[in-house]
């Protein structure tokens, strides 16, 4: 299912930069709009309830006009200001209605025109011309001259800067949450998952889509939560291991310890035994002395492989030649003991690199187990052959096999059943396995329908083996 969802994760998206980039622009763009919408809503404000200014264009000029020149009807100029001049055919001023703010008495034809068009007038003044006749059909030109007032401009400007600032906050207000949501949502993930880290509780992954940048931080965060959840699930799994191994270690030492201790009373007590009596309890006492020696010895062994700082004498050895040679130095004792040997080692060396004290310990034990806990007539199978670049070692019998419930358990310490293989310690295969391990091999129980129990060891060649020292290192 974890797989299913995270198929479904969109791929990752550009990088933060183009995100900024991105927002830069919004932003300008909400800046442009903002002030299109200030200007037109200043520009609407002041039309309607401000700046009360006539709209010339429909102004009739004939309705206005009078002669004599003082009847000129003036309601207009009450209403929005400004005033009035008859200008006759030379350019001349000769009438002025209401209060004039200029200086100007007479027009030659181009500067009038140019007063009138708005875009080569650069007066503060507003004009507006009606044609006229004069009492003896002259053409005369009434104009109406309005000043623009230094209060309407700021009052326009200060509208404009009024709605240009509430607009403004307003669109990035929203523009704001809009953008601070796409960010949110990785970084209360990435602090609800810290969180949970200092809790100790490595099981927390972030998933979410964002940014190129917290694509990263999601990926090295999960990453870095599977190595805790790893190490924690390992240190408590050692932790759990820890106390098994003492559990099993102090019974192991106190069954020995009590009989020990139980027979040495007895002969510290019974002072007129007969001297078989005697010799049976000492050979008892011998016997589990002898064992906790062992056991502490295993125990040794065991913690040395455990040493990071331990360096195998390595030495290339033909490992078919050498394997034969152990099936040989066994092979009294597996007559002596009713065994048959099925042995199929080629004459091709096998050239490996090994440590040869270490290996003997391996290829003993798992041929004492054999011999020991296997009835006689039971057949040893050994072989030897490459396999790629390694040399495969098997090694088994068609004895009374491992039983069920200890084979995936067979190389952890204290492991013990009550047949098939096992040593009287419970850490000969465990030893075994650090041994394969520290010459990077593998050892595994194989199942096999013609031998019950089957052991299988691999391990790099010469060249395989040089390879693999130089990768490390």
Same mark, same amino acid.
């Given at each position: 299912?974890?797989?299913?969802?995270?198929?479904?994760?969109?791929?990752?998206?550009?990088?933060?930069?183009?995100?900024?980039?991105?927002?830069?622009?919004?932003?300008?763009?909400?800046?442009?709009?903002?002030?299109?919408?200030?200007?037109?809503?200043?520009?609407?404000?002041?039309?309607?309830?401000?700046?009360?200014?006539?709209?010339?264009?429909?102004?009739?000029?004939?309705?206005?006009?009078?002669?004599?020149?003082?009847?000129?009807?003036?309601?207009?100029?009450?209403?929005?200001?400004?005033?009035?001049?008859?200008?006759?055919?030379?350019?001349?001023?000769?009438?002025?209605?209401?209060?004039?703010?200029?200086?100007?008495?007479?027009? &030659?034809?181009?500067?009038?025109?140019?007063?009138?068009?708005?875009?080569?007038?650069?007066?503060?003044?507003?004009?507006?011309?009606?044609?006229?006749?004069?009492?003896?059909?002259?053409?005369?030109?009434?104009?109406?001259?309005?000043?623009?007032?230094?209060?309407?401009?700021?009052?326009?400007?200060?509208?404009?800067?009024?709605?240009?600032?509430?607009?403004?906050?307003?669109?990035?207000?929203?523009?704001?949450?809009?953008?601070?949501?796409?960010?949110?949502?990785?970084?209360?993930?990435?602090?609800?998952?810290?969180?949970?880290?200092?809790?100790?509780?490595?099981?927390?992954?972030?998933?979410?889509?964002?940014?190129?940048?917290?694509?990263?931080?999601?990926?090295?965060?999960?990453?870095?939560?599977?190595?805790?959840? &790893?190490?924690?699930?390992?240190?408590?799994?050692?932790?759990?291991?820890?106390?098994?191994?003492?559990?099993?270690?102090?019974?192991?030492?106190?069954?020995?310890?009590?009989?020990?201790?139980?027979? &040495?009373?007895?002969?510290?007590?019974?002072?007129?035994?007969?001297?078989?009596?005697?010799?049976?309890?000492?050979?008892?006492?011998? %016997?589990? &002395?002898?064992?906790?020696?062992?056991?502490?010895?295993?125990?040794?062994?065991?913690?040395?492989?455990?040493?990071?700082?331990?360096?195998?004498?390595?030495?290339?050895?033909?490992?078919?030649?050498?394997?034969?040679?152990?099936?040989?130095?066994?092979?009294?004792?597996?007559?002596?003991?009713?065994?048959?040997?099925?042995?199929?080692?080629?004459?091709?060396?096998?050239?490996?690199?090994?440590?040869?004290?270490?290996?003997?310990?391996?290829?003993?034990?798992?041929?004492?187990?054999?011999?020991?806990?296997?009835?006689?007539?039971?057949?040893?199978?050994?072989?030897?052959?490459?396999?790629?670049?390694?040399?495969?070692?098997?090694?088994?019998?068609?004895?009374?096999?491992?039983?069920?419930?200890?084979?995936?358990?067979?190389? %952890?310490?204290?492991?013990?059943?009550?047949?098939?293989?096992? %040593?009287?310690?419970?850490?000969?295969?465990?030893?075994?396995?650090?041994?394969?391990?520290?010459?990077?091999?593998?050892?595994?129980?194989?199942?096999?329908?013609?031998?019950?129990?089957?052991?299988?060891?691999?391990?790099?060649?010469?060249?395989?083996?040089?390879?693999?020292?130089?990768?490390?290192?």
């Amino acid at each position: 299912m974890k797989k299913d969802k995270k198929d479904k994760r969109p791929a990752v998206k550009r990088p933060l930069r183009q995100l900024f980039f991105r927002n830069y622009m919004a932003i300008s763009g909400l800046m442009l709009v903002t002030i299109a919408l200030s200007l037109f809503g200043m520009d609407l404000l002041m039309n309607r309830y401000v700046d009360r200014t006539a709209d010339l264009n429909e102004v009739n000029g004939a309705e206005m006009y009078r002669y004599p020149f003082d009847n000129i009807d003036g309601r207009l100029l009450d209403q929005y200001g400004g005033w009035l001049e008859i200008v006759d055919e030379a350019g001349s001023v000769i009438y002025v209605k209401g209060s004039k703010e200029d200086d100007i008495v007479q027009y &030659s034809g181009a500067q009038l025109y140019a007063k009138l068009d708005i875009l080569r007038n650069d007066d503060s003044i507003h004009y507006h011309a009606y044609p006229v006749e004069g009492p003896r059909g002259e053409a005369y030109v009434m104009l109406w001259k309005i000043p623009e007032r230094l209060e309407m401009v700021s009052t326009a400007f200060g509208l404009f800067a009024a709605l240009f600032a509430v607009l403004l906050f307003v669109a990035l207000y929203v523009y704001a949450r809009y953008s601070v949501r796409q960010i949110k949502k990785p970084l209360q993930q990435i602090v609800d998952g810290i969180k949970e880290m200092e809790h100790l509780n490595y099981k927390k992954r972030l998933d979410f889509s964002a940014e190129q940048e917290f694509a990263e931080i999601r990926e090295a965060f999960n990453k870095m939560a599977e190595r805790l959840q &790893s190490t924690s699930a390992e240190k408590e799994a050692a932790e759990h291991h820890k106390r098994n191994m003492l559990l099993h270690l102090s019974h192991d030492l106190k069954t020995p310890i009590t009989s020990i201790l139980g027979y &040495s009373q007895l002969l510290l007590e019974t002072k007129e035994a007969d001297e078989g009596l005697r010799r049976k309890y000492v050979q008892y006492m011998y %016997d589990k &002395s002898a064992y906790m020696s062992h056991l502490i010895q295993d125990l040794f062994e065991l913690a040395k492989l455990d040493d990071p700082q331990l360096k195998l004498n390595r030495e290339t050895v033909n490992m078919a030649e050498w394997f034969r040679h152990m099936l040989a130095e066994c092979y009294p004792e597996l007559e002596a003991k009713g065994f048959q040997l099925e042995a199929h080692i080629p004459e091709e060396p096998l050239p490996v690199r090994l440590d040869k004290r270490h290996m003997n310990r391996v290829a003993a034990n798992l041929i004492g187990n054999a011999l020991k806990y296997n009835p006689p007539g039971t057949t040893l199978y050994a072989s030897c052959e490459r396999r790629g670049g390694y040399a495969v070692l098997v090694l088994g019998d068609d004895g009374t096999g491992v039983p069920e419930q200890i084979r995936d358990h067979i190389f %952890d310490e204290f492991v013990r059943g009550h047949s098939g293989v096992k %040593d009287n310690t419970g850490l000969g295969l465990a030893i075994c396995k650090k041994i394969i391990t520290l010459h990077q091999g593998t050892i595994e129980l194989l199942e096999d329908p013609s031998y019950s129990t089957l052991f299988r060891i691999s391990l790099p060649c010469e060249h395989e083996a040089a390879r693999g020292a130089s990768r490390r290192t």
